[in-house]
């Protein structure tokens, strides 16, 4: 079992930076594919970034590429979302997901969700 729990979510002027971090406890998250997905009001809840176990591989949805970095720390069983240039359009609830094993970009292939953090980009 894997728990996650995401921080660093609050209100931020259109065109600042804020980024977002995910702890896991419960296992290590070294053997894990991570990703980042956000869902707007009356909006599915869509694929952000993504970062493979060994961070040699990385997925970026087109609407955040260049703007967003995901990275993790393996030996702190941490993953981060460096969000720069935000957009009122970026205001999400951003979730953490982990998936055992390889990369992937589907929302149903992922295992373990934490609780999300609201962020919120005023114009």
């Known amino acids: 079992q894997v728990h996650l729990v995401e921080s660093g979510g609050g209100l931020v002027q259109a065109g600042g930076s804020r980024r977002l971090s995910c702890a896991a406890s419960?296992?290590?998250?070294?053997?894990?594919?991570m990703g980042w997905f956000r869902q707007a009001p009356g909006k599915e809840r869509e694929l952000v970034a993504a970062?493979?176990?060994?961070?040699?591989?990385?997925f970026y949805a087109d609407s955040v590429k260049g703007r967003f970095t995901i990275s993790r720390d393996n030996a702190k069983s941490t993953v981060y979302l460096q969000m720069n240039s935000l957009k009122p359009e970026d205001t999400a609830v951003y979730y953490c997901?982990?998936?055992?094993?390889?990369?992937?970009?589907?929302?149903?292939?992922?295992?373990?969700w934490g609780q999300g953090t609201q962020v919120t980009v005023s114009s």
């Open positions: 997901a982990a998936k055992l094993g390889s990369m992937r970009l589907r929302e149903d292939e992922y295992h373990y």
């Open positions: 419960g296992r290590t998250i070294s053997s894990y594919a």
């Open positions: 970062i493979n176990w060994s961070d040699s591989n990385r």
